[in-house]
């Protein structure tokens, strides 16, 4: 079975901090995303990554940065967190299978709270 | 772009009852489309996704959904809801690009005894 672990189930930081969201998977998946969970709005996609090093925004990149030095890793850091981004945030990772993202696997969400 | 529109965020039912969860899509190309689940306090789950083969697809769990061109629609079924059904659905589609996907706002199901 595939596993997307995310380092952290809650997370309380304050305005103004530097934050480090971490995923791991460990099915050598080509792809990674992050998406951030708001109720009435669904999944949005913050930034995805398709090979180490590449990144691409999403939907709602702004205040967000990603880094993905190795292939099992991506990274999600808010670089100075604000109440507005209090929300869960989903990991997921894929296989690219003939060119198309396969069916994403989801880690189990960090909830950040930002006070 | 690829997007799509779930009606109705909230969703009741009795058990035995059949589930019907509606998803309305908007593509420019042949969409890929998808059905996830998410059960309390957990990631989503895949439960059945349409490629572009039959149009009748099957998933885990008993649900199914039909893939019609005409109505650019994609709505979930399960012919007798259990209380385990209990959860939110997310539709989805992949996006242009064909890197990643966009979801619904999704539905909450609830199962009354």
């Known amino acids: 079975d595939v596993k997307v672990t995310q380092s952290s189930r809650y997370l309380v930081k304050r305005t103004g901090e530097k934050v480090f969201l971490e995923c791991v998977q460990d099915?050598?998946?080509?792809?990674m995303f992050w998406y951030r969970q708001d109720p009435g709005l669904g999944l949005r996609l913050i930034y995805f990554s398709y090979d180490v090093k590449m990144k691409e925004k999403g939907d709602i990149p702004e205040g967000y940065s990603v880094s993905r030095e190795k292939k099992e890793r991506f990274s999600l850091i808010l670089e100075s967190a604000s109440t507005n981004q209090t929300s869960m945030y989903l990991c997921?990772?894929?296989?690219?299978?003939?060119?198309?993202?396969?069916?994403?696997?989801f880690g189990n969400g960090t909830r950040l709270t930002v006070t | 772009a690829q997007s799509v529109t779930q009606l109705g965020s909230h969703v009741s039912v009795s058990e035995g009852a059949l589930v019907l969860l509606r998803c309305n899509y908007s593509s420019s190309v042949p969409p890929y489309l998808f059905w996830y689940v998410q059960y309390p306090n957990q990631g989503l789950q895949l439960l059945l996704k349409?490629?572009?083969?039959?149009?009748l697809v099957k998933g885990i769990n008993g649900f199914e959904a039909e893939f019609k061109k005409s109505e650019t629609s994609f709505h979930l079924t399960k012919p007798s809801a259990h209380m385990s059904d209990a959860a939110e659905y997310f539709c989805?589609?992949?996006?242009?690009?064909?890197?990643?996907?966009?979801f619904g706002s999704g539905t909450r199901l609830q199962v009354q005894p």
């Open positions: 989805a589609v992949l996006r242009g690009g064909r890197r990643a996907l966009t």
């Open positions: 997921a990772s894929s296989p690219t299978d003939r060119g198309i993202v396969s069916p994403l696997h």
């Open positions: 349409y490629t572009s083969a039959a149009t």
């Open positions: 099915m050598d998946h080509e792809n």
